[in-house]
């Protein structure tokens, strides 16, 4: 088994949608910097208060506030037997920090799987997209709708839409990624740590990739 991931796409590619799917599977721990912040928000700490006006205009937030809460993250027990990090690195500088913290930590990256979706499709998915408060299953208005609406299937909580995921900083968080996110990939295929998945059928993306990782 590939123990120690990375997933990269651009927002809603479905970075955060398949990590739920291994880590139901395998004994990855599941690393998402946007959720890691979310949380900061909702307890409203000072780091929350400081990412949230960029979050909501959809710029990101600084390298090295995300590098620290993603070591601490990698230190814990539950992370040892593989890691899925979805949504870092999102800069060449946060690729590098990262090495810098898996060195310290004796780690390697094992693979780097990039999930390659027509923008016209991200924007669809992510306007469309809500989310459960309690259990943090996410669902689509168009593709994946709820069996209720506003209801979680799952544990019956209730379902919201981000607010970066309005139109407007939807495609802003298209533009910062290919402007700032694109390198990152370079920089790993570079590597020869990279691994590609282009839009199909979501049961045809999971056993591709379980035949590369499993
Ligand atoms: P996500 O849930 O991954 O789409 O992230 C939501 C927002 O959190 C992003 O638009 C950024 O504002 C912030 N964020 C998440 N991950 C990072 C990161 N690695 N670097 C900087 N900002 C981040």
Same mark, same amino acid.
């Given at each position: %088994? #590939?123990?120690? =991931?990375?997933?990269? &796409?651009?927002?809603?590619? *479905?970075?955060?949608?398949? +990590?739920?799917? =291994?880590?139901? $599977? ?5 690393? +998402?910097? &946007?959720?890691?912040?979310?949380? $900061? ?5 000072? /780091?929350?208060?400081?990412?949230? *006006?960029? %979050?909501?205009?959809? #710029? ?8 620290? %809460?993603? !070591?601490?993250? /990698? ?6 037997? &593989? ?20 060195? #310290?930590? &004796?780690? !390697?990256?094992?693979?780097?799987? /990039?999930?390659?979706?027509?923008? !016209? ?14 259990? *943090? ?8 709708? +709820? ?26 968080? /298209?533009?910062?990624?290919? !402007? ?12 020869? #740590? ?6 199909? $059928? ?9 035949? $590369?990782?499993?």
């Amino acid at each position: %088994m #590939k123990k120690n =991931l990375i997933f990269v &796409g651009a927002p809603g590619a *479905g970075k955060g949608t398949f +990590s739920a799917v =291994l880590t139901a $599977e395998k004994p990855y721990c599941h690393i +998402s910097t &946007g959720d890691l912040l979310r949380d $900061e928000i909702k307890r409203d700490t000072q /780091l929350g208060r400081s990412a949230a *006006g960029l %979050m909501k205009a959809g #710029k990101l937030v600084p390298d090295e506030v995300v590098a620290a %809460m993603v !070591e601490s993250r /990698l230190a814990q027990k539950d992370c040892q037997e &593989g890691f899925i990090l979805d949504g870092y690195p999102r800069t060449v500088h946060q690729a590098e920090l990262l090495d810098a913290v898996l060195t #310290k930590l &004796g780690k !390697e990256l094992d693979r780097v799987v /990039l999930f390659q979706v027509p923008d !016209e499709v991200l924007l669809q998915r992510l306007t469309a997209r809500e989310s459960c408060r309690k259990c *943090g299953e996410i669902f689509n208005k168009l593709f994946k709708p +709820s069996k209720t609406a506003g209801v979680c299937d799952k544990c019956g909580g209730e379902l919201f839409q981000r607010p970066d995921d309005s139109l407007e900083t939807a495609k802003n968080r /298209l533009k910062v990624f290919y !402007e700032q996110t694109l390198p990152v990939i370079e920089y790993y295929r570079a590597k020869g #740590k990279l691994f590609t998945v282009t839009a199909l $059928e979501r049961e045809q993306i999971a056993d591709l990739i379980r035949k $590369e990782l499993y």
